[in-house]
Structure formats: C-alpha cells, structure tokens
C-alpha cells in the first residue's frame, strides 16, 4: 500500500514481478485491508462521533465493508466487461488485482475519515486516484498509449464513485 501511495511506478513494477495467484490477494491483502476498514468505522463509530454508541458503530462498520467490497466488485466487473474497447484482453482476475490495488486511496480514505468526521474535504485526495490508475494502466495491464487516459479515467471514477454511491444507499436505508 505504501509503495502505491508514495511511488506508484515502483509499487506497480513489484505487482507486475509478483506470480501470486488471486487467493494470495484477495487473503493476504485486500481482506486484512477490508477488515482494518471495519475496525476503524467500528471504532470511529463507537469513540469518535458525538453520542456514539454500538448500534451506530455497528451499522456505521457494516456499511463501510458493504461499499468498498461492493465497489471492488463492481468496478472490477465493469471494467473486465469493457477492456476491449481499451485494448486489453478480458481476464477478471488480473483487472480485480488492478482495482484493488488502484484503490488504495480510496481505501485510506475509509480508514481515515472515521476518525476526521467532519472534514470531508480529505474526499479531494481520491483525485490521487487518477495518478494511481494511470500509473497501473501503463505498467501491469499494459493499456495502448491512445486509449489509456479514456481507460484511466474510467477506472478511477468506478473505483472512487461506486463505493460512495453504496455507502450514501445504504447509510440512506439504514437510518
């Protein structure tokens, strides 16, 4: 995660040397990072907010792990549906890896905004998101030159939008 944030040239080239197979990365990687995320809603929830209380840290945390899961799933699908209109083969599994680790940002974000409740002008750094899917899109899904910053720009908008479209759903239906 540290070497997407600070240098994403360099974070990509070790994804790209790595032959770890989906279930390394889903177990090792994205699930402890999804479940990081639980804790620090949980805990935001419980502690931070103004009258907190386990009812609200509960469905604060459960709403938190629905959207970003569900915003892994679903960009990864829509995207894996429209790699050959950028030029890349179909293979679901490799575009997963490419959403997941093109999330970081995303994923900080959700690890950061329980504890800074009422400053959501920290949502401006998911614009990093850009640079990061970018980064990725030349150097480990190898997107032709003329389609990869249409290709990026999908990318990052699915990868940003579709768990705050989730999250602003569910916390709706919740309350």
Same mark, same amino acid.
């Given at each position: 995660?540290?070497?997407?944030?600070?240098?994403?040239?360099?974070?990509?080239?070790?994804?790209?040397?790595?032959?770890?197979?989906?279930?390394?990365?889903?177990?090792?990687?994205?699930?402890?990072?999804?479940?990081?995320?639980?804790? =620090? #809603?949980? &805990?935001?929830? /419980?502690?931070?907010?103004?009258?907190?209380? *386990?009812?609200?840290? @509960?469905?604060?945390?459960?709403?938190?792990?629905?959207?970003?899961?569900?915003?892994?799933?679903?960009a990864s699908y829509?995207?894996?549906?429209?790699?050959?209109?950028?030029?890349?083969?179909?293979?679901?599994?490799?575009?997963?890896?490419?959403?997941?680790? =093109? #999330?970081? &940002?995303?994923? /900080?974000?959700?690890?950061?905004?329980?504890? *800074?409740?009422?400053? @959501?002008?920290?949502?401006?750094?998911?614009?990093?998101?850009?640079?990061?899917?970018?980064?990725?899109?030349?150097?480990?899904?190898?997107?032709?030159?003329?389609?990869?910053?249409?290709?990026?720009?999908?990318?990052?908008?699915?990868?940003?939008?579709?768990?705050?479209?989730?999250?602003?759903?569910?916390?709706?239906?919740?309350?």
């Open positions: 995660m540290a070497q997407l944030l600070v240098a994403p040239h360099v974070g990509w080239r070790e994804i790209k040397k790595e032959r770890k197979t989906t279930h390394d990365f889903l177990y090792r990687y994205l699930h402890p990072v999804f479940g990081v995320i639980a804790l =620090a #809603s949980f &805990v935001g929830g /419980l502690w931070i907010v103004r009258d907190g209380n *386990l009812e609200f840290a @509960l469905k604060r945390s459960i709403v938190s792990v629905v959207a970003v899961y569900g915003g892994y799933f679903l829509i995207l894996n549906e429209t790699a050959v209109h950028f030029g890349i083969e179909k293979n679901v599994s490799r575009l997963r890896k490419f959403v997941g680790f =093109a #999330s970081v &940002v995303v994923y /900080l974000l959700y690890l950061l905004t329980p504890f *800074l409740n009422n400053f @959501l002008i920290i949502w401006l750094l998911a614009l990093y998101t850009v640079h990061v899917a970018n980064t990725g899109a030349t150097l480990y899904l190898q997107v032709p030159e003329e389609k990869k910053i249409s290709f990026s720009l999908l990318a990052s908008a699915l990868i940003v939008f579709i768990p705050l479209a989730i999250q602003l759903l569910f916390s709706t239906l919740m309350n």
